[in-house]
């Protein structure tokens, strides 16, 4: 016992040392106001924590996400795109009914993929996107980033009042040199009246479109095979992308 404690009390400092170092690139809190850590995932150990994210198994696109496209690997979360003899599979996570948040600042730390076809996204959503009458307040999806193209392009984008005849949408695509190499942060800080978008902790586009979504969403961490991306059939697969973590943090009274 005498060993054991401070080994794991050495480990959870560790962790909490790799959760709130500065790599976030934070911006300047609200007036009054301190950044405080209020959920993450560091997508340590060997499996998925199904406390925090559920991984669906269904047909999407033109491919089918699918928990086998889904993995720890050295302490990235794994979100392959492969083929399964005459189907295409990749995954999505979600924080669906395990973590739902209006407001602060999410990040998530992320190596994109590598082949054509498919498209990686980090983005927030809530069924009530499909909530008409009120503009983007009563719901909306927030794309804080989605990559169909294998260039320095970057697309994020809002989508409100469903997906039908009455669906509303702004977007903005963001040149970021070099963002297809390495780890790069892409962030979002959501605000009562106000959304700033992020990348490397520069920020790409401010926005109220919709009005600002007043209401609790949850987190997707999602790959899909279609035509935006390119063609699958001239992919190299197995092809994944890796997120080393994410965030979320709140404005809360400063001491």
């Given amino acids: 016992m005498k060993t054991v404690l401070p080994i794991l009390v050495l480990g959870l400092l560790a962790g909490f040392a790799k959760a709130a170092d500065s790599d976030d690139q934070l911006p300047p809190p609200p007036s009054g106001k301190a950044w405080k850590l209020v959920w993450n995932d560091e997508f340590d150990g060997d499996k998925l924590d199904d406390s925090k994210w559920d991984v669906p198994d269904h047909k999407r696109r033109d491919g089918w996400w699918s928990p086998e496209a889904v993995a720890l690997d050295g302490g990235n979360l794994a979100i392959s795109t492969l083929k399964d003899g005459d189907r295409y599979l990749d995954a999505c996570v979600r924080t669906r009914g395990k973590f739902e948040h209006a407001f602060g600042y999410y990040v998530a730390r992320i190596k994109l993929q590598n082949q054509p076809g498919h498209w990686s996204a980090f983005w927030l959503y809530n069924s009530s996107v499909g909530k008409i009458g009120d503009e983007g307040r009563d719901g909306t999806e927030i794309d804080i980033m989605e990559k169909p193209w294998r260039n320095d392009r970057v697309q994020h984008a809002l989508h409100w009042d469903g997906y039908?005849?009455?669906?509303?949408?702004?977007?903005?695509?963001?040149?970021?040199?070099?963002?297809?190499?390495?780890?790069?942060?892409?962030?979002?800080?959501?605000?009562?009246?106000?959304?700033?978008?992020?990348?490397?902790?520069?920020?790409?586009?401010r926005t109220k479109a919709g009005g600002v979504c007043q209401v609790p969403l949850y987190i997707k961490l999602s790959d899909e095979i279609g035509d935006w991306g390119g063609d699958i059939a001239q992919a190299k697969l197995p092809d994944k992308f890796l997120v080393d973590y994410v965030r979320v943090y709140d404005a809360v009274d400063a001491k």
């Fill in 164 to 205: 039908g005849k009455e669906h509303r949408s702004e977007g903005k695509v963001a040149s970021v040199p070099g963002v297809m190499e390495g780890w790069h942060t892409f962030s979002l800080l959501w605000l009562p009246d106000e959304y700033v978008f992020f990348v490397d902790g520069k920020e790409t586009w």
